[in-house]
């Protein structure tokens, strides 16, 4: 079963620090790149555009990653990484 405080953590808005939003940013701007290099390097077609999903859905895991597990916010709700 998933800890209650797991679907607290997941479920609750996360304001970002100034930190965080430099985290997002960078991998933003490295996701946008990698992005343009397989959109210049692969014809377009299915797996390209699986290959753009699923770059897509890795930038919002790490954003995940960020934010429901930074140290502030886990320390605040008396939980660890």
């Known amino acids: 079963m998933i800890a209650q405080k797991d679907i607290d953590n997941w479920f609750t808005h996360h304001a970002p620090t100034p930190e ?3 985290s997002y940013d960078a991998i933003r701007s490295g996701a946008k790149m ?7 390097s692969a ?4 797996d390209k555009t699986a290959a753009m999903r699923k ?7 790490m954003n995940l990653a960020i934010a429901c597990n930074s140290p502030d916010y886990l320390e605040i709700k008396g939980t660890s990484a």
């Open 20 to 22: 965080q939003l430099k």
């Open 55 to 61: 770059l897509r859905e890795t930038v919002m895991a």
């Open 43 to 46: 014809p377009d077609c299915a």
């Open 34 to 40: 990698l992005a343009e290099d397989f959109n210049c």
